[in-house]
């Protein structure tokens, strides 16, 4: 199943002191969603944002999706938080997690999409026992904490494993990658399976957000042709 390319940009790359109007702009210049990177300085060595901000958005104004990335550990206790703040997809990793699947059951029950995280060397055993009750995979192709990484090669392979369990699950499960992701590499990453592609710096530090996204979109279109 050929779902319709996502591109959020991550906050964790834009002008905190004018977010609001900065997610604006990345929105009002091509993007889908806006990626939400939450870090508690103990899963991961660094302290992001959360639910208030969140919130914040929503009170700005922002009708777009919020696709929440809980780095945090544990997850359940914050989960509530973000679906009452507006989230609308929130991920988290299984390593952060006692009982997997009842976090996924609680996401759910809050009336969010729940997805699963892995990191570069996570192994995707659990995925096996979980795919039919996700709608969102998200591979990190950097280690989790840190905006500005580079790519890791080797996540090209770890998407073609994902998206071959995906389509063999018929489910309208996205595939979302996350870490280095530019227009210079995107269309690998697309020929590779992914339909969701999260970018920070490569937007959030571009001088013209909507030439960039619209780069990336045409090598979206060169990469899922070649996967054709």
């Known amino acids: 199943m050929t779902l319709e390319p996502i ?7 834009a002008n905190f002191a004018a977010l609001g109007d900065d997610v604006d702009a990345a929105l009002a ?4 969603w806006v990626h939400f990177d939450v870090m508690d300085n103990h899963y991961v060595p660094n302290l992001t944002i959360g639910p208030l901000v969140c919130e914040a958005l929503r009170k700005h104004g922002v009708r777009a999706p919020i696709d929440v990335h809980l780095m945090i550990e544990p997850v359940d206790r914050i989960v509530p938080d973000f679906a009452a703040a507006g989230a609308s997809l929130i991920s988290f990793h299984p390593e952060a997690s006692r009982h997997v699947h009842r976090t996924l059951q609680l996401i759910k029950a809050e009336g969010c999409q729940a997805g699963l995280v892995f990191n570069p060397a996570t192994s995707l055993d659990t995925l096996e026992w979980l795919l039919d009750d996700l709608d969102l995979v ?3 192709s950097v280690n989790p904490g840190f905006g500005g990484q580079a790519f890791i090669p080797a996540t090209l392979d770890k998407l073609r494993r994902v998206r071959a369990m995906i389509d063999r699950s018929g489910k309208p499960i996205r ?16 020929a590779a399976g992914a339909d969701t592609f999260v970018a920070g710096s490569a937007i959030f530090g571009a001088p013209d957000y909507a030439e960039v996204i619209a780069r990336m979109r045409a090598e979206i279109d060169a990469g899922r042709g070649l996967l054709a």
Not at 29 to 32: E, I, L, N
Not at 175 to 190: H, Q, R, T
């Open 7 to 13: 591109i959020a940009p991550s906050i964790l790359s």
């Open 29 to 32: 210049a091509g993007a889908d």
């Open 138 to 140: 998200l591979l990190m």
């Open 175 to 190: 595939l979302e990658v996350d870490g280095g992701v530019k227009p210079d590499n995107i269309a690998a990453i697309a």
